[in-house]
């Protein structure tokens, strides 16, 4: 009897498990955070899932898969990352995990921040438009019988994006303060293309300490361009900026990164919105 039952969990556990070997991953496509997965989503359209494998509200310069989403990632179409050292921990998958990489990032000029190439090319929505067309082209080679799909969901998303730039520069141009103050250095290339300039608490990575002498730095500047808000970011603790903020009597405010969306978000907003959220924020506080 006692035999009998063992037998019965067994067989229980090993149909579990080849039930879950079965899962089929062949249609979908890992993103490595949420801008990519953005893109991605809009491109592949019907034709594949796209999964963000960075769980929700989970800042995406800290994470580290799971073994689950490692096997998944081997059984998927493949896994498009942002790269310039944004997924640090795709260098330590399997040989058959890191052949399902796809960088979504060439062909877009870098900058550098203290030596250190600036990751955050997505926030200038022009840099968006490349990475679209990159994965574009990943679609049309993985599904070559698609491809009119692919490219007309690509025009379509491109329009979308030109316009989004066109208003984002109009509304700058009203803009009497061009300066930000932003605790991750995340707006690097958002402020490049449209000619604001980011003054930041912390470097590229989000946890980074500020030293003394940046805090005094970030103090004068909020003083002498006459800033009234410190931004902070949606997945970061904003200890620091909230303290700032105190000193110099400025307020706090969040601007989006892209870098992922916080639960309560997911399905109402995306890219568009967000941007448009944060350069009305900005627009508040530079007028
Ligand atoms: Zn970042």
Redesign the pocket.
């Known amino acids: 009897m006692k035999f009998k039952k063992l037998l019965i969990v067994f067989g229980f556990v090993a149909a579990l498990c080849s039930c879950r070997e079965r899962e089929d991953y062949s249609k979908t496509v890992f993103a490595s955070f949420y801008s990519v997965y953005d893109f991605a989503s809009r491109i592949a359209g019907d034709k594949y899932k796209v999964i963000n494998i960075t769980p929700n509200g989970m800042e995406p ?1 800290d994470f580290e898969p799971s073994a689950r989403s490692i096997v998944d990632i081997c059984n998927s179409a493949g896994l498009l990352v942002n790269g310039l050292g944004m997924e640090s921990w795709t260098e330590n998958l399997p040989k058959e995990a890191k052949d399902k990489i796809f960088t979504v990032t060439e062909n877009i000029p870098t900058m550098k921040i203290n030596g250190i190439v600036d ?2 090319v997505w926030l200038n929505p022009e840099n968006a438009i490349i990475e679209m067309e990159n994965i574009k082209n990943y679609f049309v080679k993985l599904d070559e019988n698609n491809t009119d799909y692919y490219e007309a969901n690509f025009i379509n998303e491109k329009n979308k994006f030109e316009e989004l730039t066109k208003q984002i520069e109009e509304q700058v141009k009203l803009y009497k303060i061009k300066q930000i103050v932003v605790s ?1 250095a ?1 707006f690097g290339y958002m402020c490049d293309r449209f000619g604001l300039e980011q003054i930041y608490i912390n470097g ?1 990575e ?1 946890e980074e300490e500020p030293s003394a002498k940046t805090i005094e730095e970030i103090i004068d500047a909020v003083n002498e361009y006459n800033i009234n808000t410190v931004y902070t970011e949606e997945l970061v603790s904003p200890e620091i900026a909230k303290k700032l903020a105190e000193e110099t009597k400025a307020k706090t405010d969040v601007l989006y ?1 892209l ?1 992922g969306l916080e639960e309560e978000m997911i399905g109402k907003e995306d890219y568009i919105s967000l941007m448009k959220k944060n350069f009305e924020k900005i627009g508040k506080s530079n007028l």
């Open positions: 310069h990751q955050h991750h995340a590229l989000p990164t870098e």
